[in-house]
């Protein structure tokens, strides 16, 4: 039995599988696109264990595994998720950006088998070779981050598992309410995600004088709507903490930047898509979110 199977190879998914295998875990990756078992090898350029080189096996099924870790766009989640049967006994966790993704596959499990993180590792793809069905990737961890973990139903005990987690990841945190976490990534996300592919730069630009005042009107209203769902979160810790993941990763390109650039579909819809969606569900008004929601959507429309 595995104790953990990873759907995603990317950046993220390749990054926490390094990880956990340094630490004795039993890991495979799955893709239920492909059309036969074929192997992934993967090396990564860690910032606490230097070069680190596994090869995973990579099913087009679900093999027998404790948990199952869902590393992609939060576009894909539902799709990834589609052709999978997921046994109860199974933990779910949802590692991807933005919100709302872990609605649309709720009726896939039991509400106790979902667990939901909030990533704030940084890691970047400097190579990925697709050949015959095999993959060969390397990346590089750029940014020492947090893992956060907690269950999708607030207060629900830390299972077994989860305790193995945090000791295998020492980055790794559980916490029982996730929701203030999930939402100050929001935050994150809502901020350098757009402004860095509207103004196809780094993170570490946004620092300068001339992004603070965007960034001071955005978490005002991601403050405001998650207040409305009972999470305090104040508009001014907010900012902070974007300029400090701006600081922390300032030579990186954030995911959105190289969606944009690349032309591919943006996650926009779950992260200032959904602070909007649940800002009109309360008659909050939210132009800032609103406003870069329609700028990056025309830029995917222009992509078509
Ligand atoms: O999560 C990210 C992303 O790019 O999606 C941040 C934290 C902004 C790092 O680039």
Known sequence: MYDYAIIGAGAVGGLFASLLSQNKQQLCFVDSRLSQT????????SIEHGLIFNKFKLYNRLPVCRSLLVCVKAHQVNSALSSLVIPSNCKLMLVVNGMGSHQEILEKLLPQQLYLASNTHGALIQEKVEEKANIQL????????????????????????LIKLEQTLPSANWQSNIYPSLWRKLAINCCINPLTALHNCRNGELLSAEFQPAISALCQEVSQVAASEQIKLSAEELQQTVLQVASSTANNFSSMQQDIHHQRASEISYINGYVVKQAAKHGIACPHNQHLLQQIQRLEKHND
């Open 138 to 161: 390397k990346l590089k961890h750029t940014g020492l981050g947090q893992l956060i973990v907690g269950p999708y139903l607030k207060n629900a005990a830390k299972p077994k598992d």
């Open 38 to 45: 074929s192997l992934l090898e993967l090396q990564v350029d």
